[in-house]
């Protein structure tokens, strides 16, 4: 992969989170069973860091799960080998609950789909928002995040890259070119 530009630096990653908090609490009117599921992998890291966010702005602790979705997969049957299940945490009932479920990157609305299939075997929110930290476009299900750090238009040829500190040692966001 060759980097082409860097979208977004540690601080600017913290401040799209942080905006991302306060519109959670905007749009939810505070935080009165507000639940944060993140779908594995970085979508779990930027749930705790919302969840943390959220804490520090109304000093209210807010659940937060982490969700697997790879059984949900609709391209699981195309891939070969056997795939890795992690481990679903979901420890708080989400039943009548405003969850927000949150992924490092909207892509294709995929990856949303087989979240909200997954979700649903825990239960029946009273309704569900989508907080994303990247959303590129290139929508093949109807689907849109109620809470966006940046748009970044994307073509098919480049790969948007999400690194954090928990799983990559940085914070960054980088738009890179398949070679």
Do not use: W
């Amino acid at each position: 992969m060759k980097e082409k530009a860097k979208i977004l630096d540690k601080e600017a990653v913290s401040r799209s989170i942080m905006r991302i908090a306060h519109e959670i609490i905007e749009k939810n009117k505070g935080t009165a069973d507000l639940c944060l599921v993140g779908i594995r992998n970085r979508g779990v890291y930027i749930a705790r860091r919302l969840a943390e966010c959220i804490k520090k702005i109304e000093g209210m602790d807010i659940p937060a799960g982490a969700l697997d979705i790879t059984l949900y997969r609709d391209d699981l049957a195309l891939a070969s080998g056997q795939p890795l299940v992690r481990k679903t945490e979901i420890d708080f009932d989400i039943n009548n609950k405003k969850l927000v479920l949150i992924d490092d990157v909207l892509y294709t609305g995929r990856t949303i789909r087989a979240a909200l299939d997954a979700l649903i075997d825990f239960g029946r929110p009273k309704s569900i928002q989508l907080a994303v930290l990247i959303d590129r476009g290139h929508r093949e299900l109807p689907i849109r995040a109620d809470f966006v750090g940046k748009n970044i238009p994307t073509s098919s040829q480049e790969i948007i890259e999400v690194h954090l500190e928990e799983s990559d040692g940085t914070d960054e966001v980088l738009i890179t070119e398949k070679t």
